[in-house]
């Protein structure tokens, strides 16, 4: 049997609270009595952002104003490929209602695994729960100087999202950083993740650990419980494939671009990262050469985001 290819175009309508909007499929429909971000199949000759217009105004009675990609995925239904492709909408016209008559509802990010989604969903459901942009910590000797920079980063930038990498600190010493570290980022609403041995999860109650690429080649299943982040660093397919088949819920991919620590590494390049970004089953942020400068160009390959040690912690604090 030949698949039907079904290309649909929909929305995470975000408020400013935070919030996003999702909507009840009728019990009728296909995959009927799930959630579902707003939005449906692209007519001949729509485009991704016009067929999301056109339905939005449809079920929701709104005018888009503002989207930006967020995530395409891929997925084999038994009767049909699906392309889902996803868009960020943080500025709209009207008030949004059911339109069709279907239930509506406001709801955290956090609380959206609570709330049964097609099958297709889950990395729609993580990438809208994880920012634009991921600090990855530098390394450093002083825990004082650490804490004013990883303060800055969560107070200025407004980072929400930390991965504590400190592979100078013996045990004893990345136990404390990771402790005081996590206490920063609770007070500021940010998340920490450890690049440790994820039985670090016992020692520090972090929200979760970011493997390396040889931690995750190793890797049989899922070592973290779903309540948990789990991201991974990934510089190839083979890697990109792994991370899926253990389910991480993100993953890195580098090195993008030359970085002024790295000058002369192959790069993987914008192109060849797009096409890597578009098999992935998660979502990905492009790290290496990558300031908030390049966040837009990273969304518009299919990007989570960018990832930095550099541009969000070397400054003078
Ligand atoms: N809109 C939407 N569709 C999704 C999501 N997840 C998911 O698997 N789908 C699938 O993608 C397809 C979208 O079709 P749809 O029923 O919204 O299409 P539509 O608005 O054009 O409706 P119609 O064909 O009934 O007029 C369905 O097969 C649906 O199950 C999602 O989050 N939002
Ligand atoms: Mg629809």
Not at 102 to 108: F, S, T
Not at 177 to 184: F, G, S, W
Not at 239 to 252: E, H, K, P, R, S
Request: hydrophobic share 45%.
């Amino acid at each position: 049997m030949i698949k039907r290819r079904v290309h649909v175009a929909a929305a995470a309508v975000m408020r400013e609270d935070g919030r996003v909007l999702i909507a009840r499929r009728p019990a009728t429909a296909d995959q009927g009595g799930l959630w579902e971000f707003p939005g449906g199949k692209l007519a001949p000759y729509e485009t991704g952002l016009e067929a999301l217009k056109r339905e939005l105004i449809e079920e929701l009675g709104i005018q888009l104003k503002r989207a930006q990609p967020l995530i395409r995925v891929h997925h084999e239904y038994a009767d049909k490929h699906i392309l889902l492709d996803v868009w960020q909408v943080t500025a709209y016209e009207g008030d949004p209602y059911g339109r069709e008559g279907q239930p509506v509802r406001w709801v955290e990010v956090d609380d959206l695994p609570n709330y049964p989604f097609p099958a297709a969903n889950l990395p729609i459901l993580r990438a809208v729960a994880l920012p634009q942009e991921y600090l990855i910590t530098a390394e450093e000797a002083d825990d004082t100087r650490f804490l004013q920079h990883l303060e800055r980063a969560l107070e200025k930038d407004r980072i929400r999202l930390v991965q504590l990498r400190a592979k100078e600190l013996d045990a004893d010493a990345y136990q404390a950083r990771a402790e005081a570290a996590l206490a920063l980022c609770r007070r500021h609403g940010a998340k920490l993740l450890l690049n440790a041995d994820p039985s670090w999860l016992e020692r520090v109650d972090a929200d979760g650990i970011h493997l390396t690429s040889a931690r995750l080649m190793a890797l049989k299943q899922r070592p973290i419980p779903a309540a948990k982040w789990l991201g991974a660093s990934t510089h190839d397919a083979a890697q990109l494939t792994q991370a899926g088949d253990i389910d991480c819920d993100f993953v890195t991919l580098s090195p993008l671009a030359p970085t002024p620590s790295h000058p002369d590494a192959v790069t993987i390049g914008w192109h060849d990262f797009q096409q890597m970004v578009e098999t992935a089953a998660m979502p990905v942020y492009a790290l290496g050469g990558m300031t908030r400068h390049h966040a837009n160009q990273a969304r518009g390959v299919g990007a989570q985001g960018i990832a930095s040690i550099r541009d969000f912690w070397l400054h003078d604090v």
